[in-house]
């Protein structure tokens, strides 16, 4: 079985981790030549993500929070349902599973659950949600022209984005904002067009989508500065 096993590798500044086994992760610090290795004894590694600092790894009924300056002693705590996605940021992770959408610390704490009438955890991805330290974005799967941003302290819904003309097949926050005031949403639609708009409305300005592309494939935020990089076919 674990001949099978398709590795997945992870890389974030000079850190990589590959999971070798369905119980096994293998770290490497390429800067300083250092290994280490995680095991998870009691199930096989179900999700796991890499990035700000921190890995997290999610297991059928339990979540590991590691510091990149401490492989030894993670946060963990207590799942109820299987995970399908992890997504970091600066200050805290998101992860979905059969129940919905929920915000941690890095620390282990729930902040928030974000939640609307029709959101389905089977349609969310890499693609159809963001997450930046003060907002969570969903694509909505009934209406996949509307992005419905929310909270993350709270988990309580923002003022509503204006609908993008065409259906929208990947979304991303801004990283590097002073507030969710300078936070900016930039997707692409199924024409493969890249637009910016501004998650909240600003003073004295008309509330706009810009388009900034044609035919780009991929989209993502630098997260030491306010810029965008997109991959054109």
């Not at 299987?82 to 610390?105: P, Q, R």
């Not at 989508?209 to 054109?232: G, M, P």
Request: hydrophobic share 40%; charged share 20%; aromatic share 8%.
């Amino acid at each position: 079985a674990i001949a099978q096993l398709v590795q997945r590798h992870l890389e974030w500044n000079h850190f990589e981790v590959t999971l070798t086994s369905p119980k096994e992760v293998h770290v490497q610090d390429v800067s300083e030549g250092v290994y280490e290795t995680l095991e998870f004894p009691r199930e096989r590694v179900v999700e796991m993500s890499l990035a700000y600092g921190h890995f997290v790894v999610a297991t059928a009924t339990q979540c590991f929070i590691y510091s990149v300056t401490n492989w030894n002693t993670p946060h963990i705590f207590d799942m109820s349902a299987a995970v399908s996605l992890i997504m970091l940021c600066e200050k805290h992770f998101l992860m979905v599973d059969t129940n919905g959408v929920g915000i941690y610390s890095y620390e282990g704490r729930p902040i928030s659950s974000p939640r609307f009438q029709g959101l389905r955890a089977e349609f969310l991805n890499v693609n159809t949600m963001a997450l930046s330290n003060d907002c969570v974005a969903i694509l909505d799967a009934s209406d996949r022209k509307k992005v419905r941003c929310f909270d993350t302290q709270a988990g309580r819904p923002m003022q509503e984005l204006p609908p993008a003309k065409l259906d929208i097949v990947q979304l991303a926050l801004s990283q590097h904002a002073r507030g969710v005031s300078e936070r900016r949403l930039a997707y692409i639609d199924r024409n493969r067009d890249l637009y910016l708009c501004a998650v909240m409305p600003q003073p004295g300005m008309a509330r706009r989508q810009f388009k900034l592309q044609t035919q780009v494939d991929t989209i993502a935020w630098n997260d030491r500065s306010e810029e965008h990089t997109s991959e054109l076919q």
